[in-house]
């Protein structure tokens, strides 16, 4: 029977009750534990590996850029022409139906989470 050899790599930090961050990171950690019966390797693990699948702060920021430019754009076309050209469907205006229909299904998707939330208090 062959046994495995694993390696290791030991890794050591010490957190200081005294400082504020430190402090919380150490409630965090022995909040974790009492939580989950996880070891500290095992929450720091996770916790490193969650770190790594946050996107990029400036991805993010481009990404919210480009979202702001596009309100922007929208914004201004609604000055220019602020009544739809179809009142049945104002979709066909300047605006565009596709936005339009983003829009509506966003809101529609937040009043059911306010329903559900509602819901949910009352029982």
Known sequence: MSRLKRTNTLIGARLYHDDPEESRALDVLQHWQERTGWTKTQIITRALLALDELPDKDQLADKLLVSIQEVREVLAQLRRNPTPSSADDPGEG????????SLKARASAGKRLTNEESHNGQQ
């Open 94 to 101: 300047e605006i565009g139906s596709a936005l339009l229909a």
